[in-house]
């Protein structure tokens, strides 16, 4: 496995930590005691959650069998936008519930799950942009020689 390889796979720690909170958030709501006046918010909830968990399993894949270093990390880019778009989507429908026993649960974890992607989540990008722009200089160097 080479430098890229390692590069453009997310930490397996925070994968886990992602997905956890992502369970408890499918958990409240599927299971759990959570209110809106808007009739429809928690099933548009419920598939943005789902639509949030797809993303993360993206995020998550392996990039192995794309040949290309650089398409990996163009790869590994798309999927946390992917990843933060559908986020939005999911805050967007949470501010649509008002009520329920798992509100504060369910808030907590969607601000938990938020601060990952925001804080150790956005290293990784940082980390896969630099390495995708030095490619992008290399090559552009070995066209001009």
């Given at each position: 496995m080479d430098d890229?390889?390692?590069l453009s796979e997310p930490d397996a720690q925070l994968i886990l930590?992602?997905?956890a909170h992502w369970l408890n958030l499918m958990d409240c709501a599927v299971w759990g005691d959570i209110k809106s006046e808007k009739l429809g918010a928690v099933s548009k909830l419920r598939k943005r959650l789902l639509e949030l968990g797809e993303r993360l399993r993206s995020v998550a894949?392996?990039?192995t069998w794309i040949p290309k270093p650089r398409e990996r990390l163009k790869n590994a880019l798309?999927?946390?936008l992917?990843?933060?778009e559908t986020l939005v989507l999911v805050e967007r429908a949470a501010q649509e519930l008002v009520g329920g026993n798992d509100l504060p649960a369910f808030s907590g974890e969607l601000i938990a799950f938020h601060r990952l992607v925001l804080t150790e989540l956005q290293a990784h990008e940082t980390a896969w942009?630099?390495?995708l722009e030095n490619?992008?200089?290399e090559a552009l160097a070995d066209d001009r020689e």
């Amino acid at each position: 496995m080479d430098d890229i390889d390692r590069l453009s796979e997310p930490d397996a720690q925070l994968i886990l930590r992602l997905r956890a909170h992502w369970l408890n958030l499918m958990d409240c709501a599927v299971w759990g005691d959570i209110k809106s006046e808007k009739l429809g918010a928690v099933s548009k909830l419920r598939k943005r959650l789902l639509e949030l968990g797809e993303r993360l399993r993206s995020v998550a894949a392996d990039r192995t069998w794309i040949p290309k270093p650089r398409e990996r990390l163009k790869n590994a880019l798309g999927s946390c936008l992917n990843l933060r778009e559908t986020l939005v989507l999911v805050e967007r429908a949470a501010q649509e519930l008002v009520g329920g026993n798992d509100l504060p649960a369910f808030s907590g974890e969607l601000i938990a799950f938020h601060r990952l992607v925001l804080t150790e989540l956005q290293a990784h990008e940082t980390a896969w942009a630099a390495a995708l722009e030095n490619i992008n200089k290399e090559a552009l160097a070995d066209d001009r020689e």
